[in-house]
């Protein structure tokens, strides 16, 4: 199981960003997916996640209405559209994976046993 992140950057305050995740090695569908983020000298945080039927996701309090997650099954990709990005959103963004078919809290980085090498994004003020 891989996964890779892409679509960090340099943006400045109110912009944009869209960050994408492929999964290759296994059956996309059957598994739930996450985002975190890790602050420089702070520790790993939750930001959204989706469950593995697709039928719930979950957001931190920080980003939401402003983050959407979605996943394409067809490209076995996870996107987190990122909008209104403040400062504090800079961070490096890592998707993550649990077990197939897992149907926990999906916001405790223990949850997950994949994870991907981290975009960087950060915002300008």
């Known amino acids: 199981v891989q996964l890779e992140e892409s679509g960090g950057g340099l943006v400045q305050t109110g912009d944009s960003l869209r960050l994408s995740c492929v999964a290759s090695?296994?059956?996309?569908?059957?598994?739930?997916m996450g985002w975190f983020r890790q602050p420089p000298g702070r520790e790993r945080e939750f930001v959204s996640s989706?469950?593995?039927?697709?039928?719930?996701?979950n957001y931190a309090e920080s980003v939401k209405g402003r983050f959407t997650i979605a996943r394409d099954l067809l490209e076995s990709t996870v996107y987190l559209q990122m909008t209104s990005l403040k400062p504090e959103d800079s961070a490096i963004y890592y998707c993550?994976?649990?077990?197939?078919?897992?149907?926990?809290?999906?916001?405790?980085?223990?949850?997950?046993?994949?994870w991907g090498q981290g975009t960087q994004v950060t915002v300008s003020s």
């Open positions: 993550a994976s649990p077990e197939p078919a897992y149907a926990g809290a999906l916001n405790l980085t223990d949850e997950y046993k994949y």
């Open positions: 989706i469950s593995w039927s697709g039928d719930s996701t």
């Open positions: 090695g296994r059956t996309f569908s059957v598994y739930a």
